[in-house]
Structures are given as C-alpha cells and as structure tokens.
C-alpha cells in the first residue's frame, strides 16, 4: 500500500529543488546587474535585459507562479545584449531551465544558442541536437537547423586538421589539444590554424599537397566561423553572393573600375558591360557594381547608399563593424546583390588572396580590382581615370602592382589594361 506522506514529501522536496534553481538564477542576475550595469548609464538592450530581470525576480517571489518563461525571457534578452559575460548569464539561465525541464525544446535552443555565443561549437551542437530531437518530426526553427548544419561542417573540418597537425611542435601540439577539446572556442582555434598553415607553408612550399589542403580547409573552416554572419534585416529583393555567385554574375564580362573623380572616363565607358565605381560616387552616375570601405572619402549615408547599383560590396577587416554598416547601411532598391562575408576582406583573406602585406589602409579600388583579377573570369579589366600621382591616384604599392600587371597604358584616356 502506498504511503501518501511519502508522496507529500517528495512533491516537497520537488518544491524546494525548484525553488531553489529559481532562487540560484535570481543571485546569478543580481550579480550581473551589480558588475556590468552599475558602471556606466545603460543602453537600450541591456535596460530591456533589466527589465527582464525584474520580471523574473517578481515572477519568483509571487504566490503560485511559474517563473519558467520569465526565466526564458532573461536568457534571451541576455544574447540580444551581447558580450561573454551577457552570454554566460544566458548559459547560466539555460542550464537551470534545461534542470527544471528537461524536455523543453525552448531551454535547449537557448542552451545551445548561449554556447554558440561563447565559440563553444561542440556544446553548442549537443544542445541544438537535443533541441531538435524534441522537436516533432525533427523539423526545427530554419535558423537553428541551418546553425546545426554549419556547426556539424566545422567539426568535420576540425578533424581533418587535426589528422593534418602531425609536426612535432609545441604549436602543434597545443593546437591538437585545442582541437580535442569541446570548450575551446573558435576564437582560440583560428590563430593556432593559421600559425600550422603558415609554418608548413615555409617549410614545405606553397605547392606542397598538404599544404594546400591545410589552406583550403583554413579557408572554409573561416567562411564557416562567419557563415551566418550575414544579417538577417536585408532589405527586400536583395540577394546575398559569395564568391561563386560573384564570378558568375561577372563571367565573360568586360570591366571598367573606375577612379572616383571620374577623370577621363566619359568617353570610354560604353565599351564596359560593367561598371565599378568605388566609395562616393555622383547620383546619376552608370555603376553596375559599387565598391565601398569604412575609409572612403564620404560619409556612410548619402550618395554611396542611395545611388543605384547592381551588385555592392562592402569591403572592412573587422566583422562586427562589416555585419553593422550592411545592415544599418544598405538602402531598399538601391541595389540587387549585397556582397556576402566571403567577399568583405578579399586582400587578407586565406581562403581568397591571403595577402596580409597590404594592411587595412589598401584603397577601395585596389581590393576591388584585385579581386576582380583574381576571380579571372572578364575578357578584358581596365582601371579608367586613375592619375599617375596626386589626388585620386592609388598607393605607391599600389601603382607599382598594376604596373607590373598592367599590359596597356592610354594617357590619354587614363586607362590601364589589365587583360
């Protein structure tokens, strides 16, 4: 016969484990608020992640309430604000969410979502797979199970580096220990995977078939620590290209990039089926494809944005800043194709030119004209308007690439043939 007071008494002590997850999830948010929010006024994300917060607080302290979805909302308000510590108060949150319930397909999204947040991919991925395995017929949210897709490529990629790393180095070794460890996060990987490439690159030669493998998974191992980089707010009938869909919308094509003050170019453009244009360029002006930086000699609003174009590319090093101007920047209608983040550093990225020497101060036209060239799929690539010294005309460095490159040079016309 069953006893009901043991029945009460582990109803009881459910209760108070409950409770006191609840209780342990408070302390953790007081002390978030206490060392990241008391320094400086706060800023829209995290006052809305104070108010959360409040919620939670009022939810647990309330008589016959369930404080499971206010614990969610600090979770996710935590991502939105951004920053390790914001995503390990969200990891915080989850944990005690996926404990409370443990067939909750919300907690294990946020769970994994915190983890991501923090570079830990293969944490993260455990806790996206129990998401979906929760979710009927295995069909999830479409980011989230895109997110899985691209998590499960990097750590095939990972493991074959891994194999690859076989030098006998401190390096090495520090990197095979990074590789095998399911916390390590990308941050931390990226430089140990360049630092291999490059030291087997030296010892090895370029053309060595184990270097250029350890390159080519370089390269998509940081295409896919990006690959979702792309904003999610573009503006209607933009459409994102890569590196493959850029030399497809440019194959066979004749291209002229052209100096910004436009010197000399009125006379030849009609010969182009595309026009490159960089940074500011005058309303009105024929652009089928605009290239633009952070150090362009305009403003960020303006012309650069409101003039149509085909194709825009947004050119920056720093990913953050790149993912922020494509998406505050970019005017609906004034292109058809927004460059994606395989194409915002081709100069310096491995996968693309590799070519660090340049720095972040190459000019717009450059970068533009070197990745033109290296997708080598236009008959025939001209810069127009480009003066040999003074105002408008490229770096040093610059000049003295084209002119090594360069198979023609009309002054009259200022243009430069590449091809």
């Known amino acids: 016969?069953?006893?009901?007071?043991?029945?009460?008494?582990?109803?009881?002590?459910?209760?108070?484990?409950?409770?006191?997850?609840?209780?342990?999830?408070?302390?953790?948010?007081?002390?978030?608020?206490?060392?990241?929010?008391?320094?400086?006024?706060?800023?829209?994300?995290?006052?809305?992640?104070?108010?959360?917060?409040?919620?939670?607080?009022?939810?647990?302290?309330?008589?016959?309430?369930?404080?499971?979805?206010?614990?969610?909302?600090?979770?996710?308000?935590?991502?939105?604000?951004?920053?390790?510590?914001?995503?390990?108060?969200?990891?915080?949150?989850?944990?005690?969410?996926?404990?409370?319930?443990?067939?909750?397909?919300?907690?294990?999204?946020?769970?994994?979502?915190?983890?991501?947040?923090?570079?830990?991919d293969a944490e993260a991925l455990e806790s996206y797979e129990r998401y979906l395995a929760l979710v009927p017929g295995g069909e999830g949210a479409p980011g989230t199970v895109r997110r899985i897709d691209t998590l499960r490529q990097r750590r095939a990629v990972l493991a074959e580096l891994a194999g690859l790393a076989v030098d006998d180095t401190d390096e090495t070794a520090e990197l095979r220990a990074a590789l095998s460890s399911p916390a390590a996060p990308a941050s931390a990987l990226t430089p140990l995977v360049a630092a291999l490439v490059r030291r087997r690159t030296i010892r090895d030669g370029a053309g060595d078939p184990v270097v250029r493998r350890l390159a080519e998974l370089y390269g998509t191992y940081r295409r896919l620590v990006e690959r979702d980089a792309v904003p999610d707010a573009l503006p209607d009938a933009v459409t994102p290209v890569g590196v493959a869909g850029l030399r497809a919308l440019l194959d066979g094509k004749s291209v002229g990039v052209v100096a910004s003050t436009d010197a000399g170019a009125g006379v030849v453009l009609d010969g182009y089926d595309v026009v490159v244009r960089c940074d500011g360029f005058r309303g009105g002006a024929r652009s089928e494809l605009h290239a633009v930086t952070p150090r362009g000699a305009t403003p960020w609003d303006g012309p650069p944005w409101t003039a149509p174009t085909g194709i825009r590319l947004v050119f920056d090093e720093a990913a953050p800043r790149w993912r922020r101007i494509v998406r505050q920047r970019l005017v609906p209608g004034a292109q058809e194709h927004i460059g994606d983040v395989s194409l915002r550093r081709p100069l310096t990225d491995p996968a693309l030119l590799g070519e660090s020497a340049?720095?972040?101060?190459?000019?717009?036209?450059?970068?533009?004209?070197?990745?033109?060239?290296?997708?080598?799929?236009?008959?025939?690539?001209?810069?127009?308007?480009?003066?040999?010294?003074g105002a408008g005309a490229l770096r040093p460095a610059e000049a003295a690439w084209v002119a090594d490159h360069s198979t023609q040079r009309d002054d009259s016309t200022m243009r430069t043939a590449l091809r």
């Open 1 to 120: 016969m069953t006893n009901p007071l043991a029945g009460l008494f582990k109803a009881r002590q459910r209760d108070a484990a409950r409770s006191a997850l609840y209780a342990g999830s408070v302390h953790r948010c007081g002390a978030y608020l206490a060392e990241q929010c008391a320094p400086a006024p706060l800023i829209p994300r995290q006052t809305r992640l104070t108010q959360a917060i409040g919620t939670l607080t009022a939810a647990v302290d309330g008589p016959a309430a369930d404080p499971f979805d206010a614990l969610l909302g600090v979770g996710e308000r935590a991502l939105e604000t951004g920053g390790d510590a914001s995503a390990e108060l969200a990891l915080s949150v989850a944990g005690t969410a996926t404990r409370l319930r443990q067939r909750s397909r919300a907690a294990w999204r946020l769970h994994g979502a915190a983890l991501d947040g923090l570079g830990r």
């Open 358 to 389: 340049w720095g972040e101060e190459a000019s717009t036209a450059f970068t533009v004209l070197r990745l033109l060239d290296f997708l080598d799929v236009t008959p025939r690539l001209d810069l127009i308007g480009f003066p040999a010294s």
